[in-house]
């Protein structure tokens, strides 16, 4: 995963939404404890700076360093570069011992795991029998008609080559990825739970969005310019002349809570 962003730190710092207080006061009343919660592949710390308004502290661990430098810095929050594949050993001397986090979060990045060896390790490290896991992902800005419209052509069919073909699980918005937890209290599934976040851009911050994306990245590395000067110009031509605009998503997420057994 962590070589899809390694060179895009600063574009996806600049870029990418924060996510709605409400998504983070739902995940934190389903914790009855709030001292640790771990952000797992946090890039730039979007989800973590939110978490750590709810909870004592916040490890966020990520396995590209160049992500990790444009993270906002906060007292309460660990940064912590990791390999991509941590032993449990790595896993109790980076992050935290067995039984200790109350929370676990992964933001935009459950389908790029290897999800047996990760589940084992969220089992380990969370408090049983209520330590809760929560992921989410979220569509693509909606801005109007006719960027929407340049937007989905390029995603759906000129960028769609070059997509790793683990992006395909975003496309159900995680309703058919493995996710073997127990509902919380108060809701009788795992979800998904749908929530809307907004964000303000310009054009720039939004073709900056397009560049952050892995499949991006894996197009340019294979000599592919998906961004040419003229679809620039379309982009640019179809924003209009106001130059800030309201970028809505869509956020869906998936919670459950490990038990004794």
């Known amino acids: 995963m962590a070589e899809h962003f390694a060179n895009q730190g600063k574009e996806y710092a600049d870029s990418r939404p924060t996510y709605p207080p409400q998504l983070f006061q739902f995940i934190a009343s389903k914790t009855p404890s709030h001292h640790l919660a771990w952000d797992v592949a946090t890039g730039t710390g979007q989800a973590a700076i939110s978490l750590a308004t709810l909870y004592e502290n916040v490890i966020a661990t990520d396995a590209s360093e160049k992500q990790l430098e444009f993270a906002t810095k906060l007292p309460n929050i660990r940064y912590q570069h990791t390999p991509s594949t941590m032993s449990m050993t790595e896993l ?3 992050v935290s011992p067995q039984g200790t986090i109350d929370l676990v979060t992964i933001a935009q990045a459950l389908h790029w795991l290897d999800l047996s060896t990760f589940y084992k390790q969220v089992n380990w490290v969370l408090k049983k029998p209520h330590g809760v896991i929560a992921s989410w992902c979220y569509t693509s800005p909606s801005i109007n008609d006719a960027v929407d419209a340049l937007h989905d052509k390029l995603y759906s069919f000129d960028a769609r080559p070059h997509w790793d073909p683990r992006r395909e699980l975003l496309e159900d918005n ?19 739970f749908e929530f809307e976040a907004e964000t303000v851009m310009d054009v720039d911050d939004f073709l900056n969005y397009i ?25 640019k031509l179809a924003w209009g002349e106001d130059g800030k605009k309201i970028a809505k998503f ?3 997420l998936r919670i459950g809570r490990v038990t004794d057994a």
């Open 92 to 94: 109790e001397q980076m």
């Open 211 to 235: 560049r952050s994306r892995s499949g991006y990245q894996i197009s340019k590395n294979k000599g592919v310019e998906l961004l040419k000067d003229d679809v620039v110009e379309k982009f």
């Open 174 to 192: 995680y309703r058919s990825i493995d996710f073997p937890f127990e509902p919380v209290e108060g809701v009788d599934h795992t979800g998904p």
């Open 250 to 252: 869509h956020v869906y």
